[in-house]
């Protein structure tokens, strides 16, 4: 079984925020990894927020790999942090050689281009990495977008935070937006692709619980867009779905929830919609999920949202006061991090909404 959860604030925050809130959940996870995603950066990567930032794991082998692309296709480093490890005997931490986290200034034809011609030079310019590190076995190359730094690993949780330094509270890594998981995803091989949360364009989510419609999901997204690969886990189906539906498609926030668990037929009958939602029932029925979960998702506008399945057989809670939002499997995450919150206003979402928190902490809750 997975935890998740997510801290949105309006002052930049540490990553050991989210690890206090995950830790007091260990008996819901099994200790096997740490991811995180931070967005709306600081500390160091404050000054760069429109600056592409590559966020990678590899074998210094990779690491040249890595810059012959990026030189040869005239990315500009601007930037660069690489962690300086904490490698004192006894982790349970299976680390790579090196950690990369670099800004890039966008090749000179595009800096004149559109938002969309970035944002499609940038997903490509990912793709074309992690098929050049997977081909040689050189590494992993998580996100490579303005603003978003990606960290994933296989061990303790805890002992991940020591190597990295994450308990110090240095100042070099803050975030308004953090999303993490402490579990690799041991139903299937542990590859590091695998840990949630994962991202694309701008999105980012991570899940609690399974798909059972995970084949079908699968073979219908691999059809719709090049960026859909992988597939080392049934949760990477809801933000592909997520993806599509509103970067592809442009639909509204609310659509999302119908098409991954649309209303039965009889209901629909009833609203005044219901033209609408047959229509995403009958053209995007490969894309409704089935199974116990729960999801967290940060869009690229930095609304954080969250929604359960149909059933609501996963739990989540969300809490906070006036500077700080945060999402929970379990509150007593919540009580860690946010221990004077006022209680009564938690809300625990049910399986026909999604809530959404927006940029100015403010929680809305869509009725599906």
């Known amino acids: 079984m997975c935890r998740i959860g997510s801290i949105k604030s309006k002052f930049p925050v540490h990553p050991s925020?989210?690890?206090?809130?995950?830790?007091p959940q260990q008996e819901g996870h099994d200790n096997s990894g740490f991811a995180m995603v931070m967005q709306d950066l600081y500390g160091v990567f404050e000054n760069y927020k429109d600056k592409p930032l590559l966020s990678?794991?590899?074998?210094?082998?990779?690491?040249?790999?890595?810059?012959?692309?990026?030189?040869?296709?005239?990315?500009?480093?601007?930037a660069e942090w690489i962690p300086k490890g904490n490698k004192q005997p006894g982790l349970d931490i299976k680390a790579m050689p090196y950690y990369i986290f670099r800004n890039y200034d966008y090749p000179e034809k595009y800096r004149d281009k559109s938002k969309e011609a970035r944002d499609e030079l940038l997903l490509d310019t990912r793709l074309a990495l992690r098929k050049i590190l997977e081909d040689e076995d050189e590494g992993y190359v998580y996100s490579f977008w303005p603003d978003v730094l990606?960290?994933?690993e296989i061990g303790d949780p805890r002992d991940i935070a020591t190597y990295f330094r994450l308990w110090d509270d240095s100042g070099d890594l803050m975030a308004k937006s953090i999303v993490t998981q402490c579990r690799q995803n041991t139903n299937y091989d542990i590859v590091r692709y695998a840990a949630h949360p994962f991202f694309i364009q701008g999105y980012t989510l991570c899940a609690n619980g399974e798909n059972t419609f995970y084949t079908k999901n699968k073979e219908y997204q691999k059809s719709l867009h090049r960026g859909y690969i992988g597939f080392e886990s049934d949760s990477q189906n809801f933000i592909y779905t997520l993806h599509y539906v509103l970067r592809q498609l442009k639909w509204p926030i609310k659509y999302f929830k119908h098409v991954i668990t649309p209303l039965p037929f009889n209901e629909?009958?009833?609203?005044?919609?219901?033209?609408?939602?047959?229509?995403?029932?009958q053209s995007l029925g490969h894309l409704e999920i089935n199974g116990p979960n729960t999801i967290i998702a940060v869009l690229p506008d930095g609304n954080m949202i969250t929604c359960c399945d149909s059933k609501k057989l996963r739990p989540v809670v969300v809490g906070g006061d006036e500077n700080t939002i945060a999402i929970s499997?379990?509150?007593?995450?919540?009580?860690?991090?946010l221990p004077n919150r006022d209680t009564t206003k938690d809300i625990y979402?049910?399986?026909r909404e999604v809530v959404v928190i927006n940029n100015d902490l403010e929680v809305q809750r869509w009725k599906q």
Do not use: W
């Open 17 to 23: 925020k989210a690890l206090h809130l995950m830790l």
């Open 56 to 78: 990678l794991a590899c074998t210094q082998r990779g690491a040249q790999l890595v810059e012959d692309y990026m030189d040869s296709h005239n990315f500009v480093q601007v």
């Open 349 to 351: 979402p049910n399986e």
């Open 150 to 152: 990606t960290l994933k």
């Open 329 to 337: 499997s379990e509150v007593c995450g919540l009580n860690v991090i």
């Open 268 to 281: 629909i009958e009833q609203r005044e919609d219901r033209e609408v939602l047959e229509a995403i029932r």
